[in-house]
């Protein structure tokens, strides 16, 4: 039921940092007003929109922004922009797939940025279709271990939610994943609330079937890629099916 992604808790690790930048907030943001717009402005009867909110609260994004975007998002309030998502596939260093997730009001900004990005760094653009076979659709909910003075553990986790559909939980260190089918993922955060479980996030993501070993000098280039791409402020989410071990993290980090 278990697994570990060196990968996975260095993403995890960096977004905790990102989320003091203000490029994260924006993206945060971007993704509440999209939600509101999507299914209306009330997050009782709005999932998406319920799980958005909270990601963003977790991530210190103040109220007031947040509300504006709801407003924005549900026609409350005018200013809000047309965003659409767009899904772009391609490959990385060491033929890494990936799949670079959109939200965007230019679609031919957001083509040649990324575009541009991939290019200079060691990947390219491929068609649709060629990549996104290799990812499935999945739940994924981020659990703090740590939460008011008592530690959560793996089987704490599985208890509260493995009979509403979850399929592994993974240690990502100082925090857990809980990953089931993305149509179970609203019935998992249930779940775990139920238990007074708290989390950081709730998301519907692209999961990888296999993961591709990457070497020192790959993952070098692997992670300047994935900086420049989410630097872009069309990104808003990246899958690739990469790991990186221990060993190599360690050496990249004392480099």
């Given at each position: 039921?278990?697994?570990?992604?060196?990968?996975?808790?260095?993403?995890?690790?960096?977004a905790?940092?990102?989320?003091?930048?203000?490029?994260?907030?924006?993206k945060?943001?971007?993704?509440?007003?999209?939600?509101?717009?999507?299914?209306?402005?009330?997050?009782?009867g709005?999932?998406?929109?319920?799980?958005?909110?909270?990601?963003?609260?977790?991530?210190?994004?103040?109220?007031d922004?947040?509300?504006r975007?709801?407003?924005?998002?549900?026609?409350?309030?005018?200013?809000?922009?047309d965003?659409?998502?767009?899904?772009?596939?391609?490959?990385?260093?060491?033929?890494?797939?990936?799949l670079?997730?959109?939200?965007?009001?230019?679609?031919?900004?957001?083509?040649?940025e990324?575009?541009t990005?991939?290019?200079?760094?060691?990947g390219s653009?491929?068609?649709?279709?060629?990549?996104?076979?290799?990812?499935?659709?999945?739940g994924?909910?981020?659990?703090?271990?740590?939460q008011d003075?008592k530690?959560?553990?793996?089987?704490?986790?599985?208890?509260?939610t493995?009979?509403?559909?979850?399929?592994?939980?993974?240690?990502?260190?100082?925090?857990?994943?809980?990953?089931?089918?993305?149509?179970?993922?609203?019935?998992?955060?249930?779940?775990l609330?139920?238990?007074?479980?708290?989390?950081d996030?709730?998301?519907?993501?692209?999961?990888?079937?296999?993961?591709?070993?990457?070497?020192?000098?790959?993952?070098?280039?692997?992670?300047?890629?994935?900086?420049?791409?989410?630097?872009?402020d069309?990104?808003?989410n990246?899958?690739?099916?990469?790991?990186?071990?221990?060993?190599?993290m360690?050496?990249?980090?004392?480099?």
């Amino acid at each position: 039921m278990s697994g570990h992604s060196k990968w996975a808790t260095t993403k995890h690790k960096k977004a905790i940092v990102d989320a003091k930048r203000g490029k994260m907030f924006a993206k945060l943001i971007k993704n509440v007003e999209v939600a509101a717009r999507m299914g209306g402005g009330d997050p009782t009867g709005n999932p998406t929109l319920y799980d958005a909110i909270q990601k963003a609260k977790k991530s210190s994004v103040p109220n007031d922004n947040i509300d504006r975007a709801v407003k924005r998002g549900s026609g409350a309030e005018t200013g809000g922009a047309d965003y659409q998502t767009i899904m772009y596939e391609g490959y990385g260093p060491a033929g890494v797939a990936m799949l670079i997730e959109c939200l965007t009001d230019n679609k031919n900004r957001a083509a040649m940025e990324v575009r541009t990005a991939m290019s200079r760094n060691g990947g390219s653009l491929a068609d649709p279709g060629s990549v996104s076979f290799l990812f499935n659709r999945k739940g994924v909910v981020v659990v703090p271990v740590e939460q008011d003075g008592k530690t959560i553990t793996e089987d704490d986790l599985l208890e509260a939610t493995l009979e509403a559909g979850a399929d592994a939980v993974n240690d990502l260190g100082d925090a857990f994943e809980v990953v089931s089918e993305a149509t179970d993922l609203v019935g998992v955060r249930t779940a775990l609330q139920a238990a007074g479980i708290d989390y950081d996030s709730a998301d519907a993501q692209f999961v990888p079937d296999m993961q591709v070993q990457l070497d020192k000098d790959a993952a070098a280039k692997m992670f300047r890629l994935v900086d420049v791409l989410e630097d872009l402020d069309d990104v808003q989410n990246l899958y690739a099916n990469f790991d990186v071990s221990d060993e190599i993290m360690e050496q990249l980090e004392d480099a």
